[in-house]
Every structure is written in structure tokens, then in C-alpha cells.
């Protein structure tokens, strides 16, 4: 499984490293998803980078506080999502993931 470091977590999702590693903080669903790596860094899979991707999204184009953030990243974990609005939703990530392996690849 793929991980990325911070600055890899930048360049893919244009998030500056420092307000991730602030969100890291912040939000608890995020830290369930970080590995330590070798040396003592912090490595995110696929799944944080999505969340990194919801998080700025929520805050900086819904402008939501991070409060709000939070609660609304804590609902959609609880509700169920319909399962034509999850199609699109997995579809659209894979998008993403792709368009996140070309950049790596190239």
C-alpha cells in the first residue's frame, strides 16, 4: 500500500504540509489513518488524502471552522449515504487516485 509524507502530501493536494500536520492534530478521523515511518515521520495512505481533500474542502470553499468541520466529517461517518450518491462519490475518488498516480508517475 502506497503512504505518502508530507511534502508528497502537498504536492499531490496542494495543502501546505504545516496545515496538515495541523489538521493531523485537529482531527481525530485523520490520525486513525497516519503510519510512522522509519524515521519518525508521518506517512498518509490513499484514504487520508481524500480526507485532507474533504477537510480543505469543507473549510476553505464551504467555510466552515474547523468545529464545523469536524461534526460534519463526524455525520457523514455516522449516516448512511444513498447508495447512488456513494457510486458517484467512489467514482470521483478514483478519479482523483488516478490523476494522483499520473503525477506520481510522471
Same mark, same amino acid.
Given at each position: 500500500?502506497?503512504?505518502f509524507n508530507l511534502s508528497q502530501v502537498e504536492r499531490i493536494t496542494g495543502v501546505s504540509a504545516n496545515k496538515v500536520a495541523y489538521w493531523l492534530e485537529e482531527f481525530p478521523e485523520l490520525q486513525t489513518l497516519t503510519y510512522g515511518?522509519?524515521?519518525g515521520e508521518? %506517512? !498518509?495512505d490513499y484514504e487520508a488524502l481524500g480526507l485532507v481533500l474533504r477537510?480543505? %474542502? !469543507?473549510l476553505e470553499?464551504?467555510?466552515l471552522t474547523?468545529?464545523?468541520a469536524r461534526r460534519q466529517i463526524e455525520l457523514d461517518e455516522t449516516s448512511e449515504p444513498d447508495p447512488g450518491e456513494l457510486r458517484e462519490r467512489l467514482l470521483r475518488i478514483r478519479q482523483e487516485l488516478v490523476q494522483v498516480r499520473q503525477i506520481l508517475e510522471g
Open positions: 500500500m502506497d503512504r515511518g522509519e524515521s508521518v %506517512l !498518509l477537510i480543505q %474542502l !469543507l470553499e464551504v467555510g474547523i468545529a464545523g
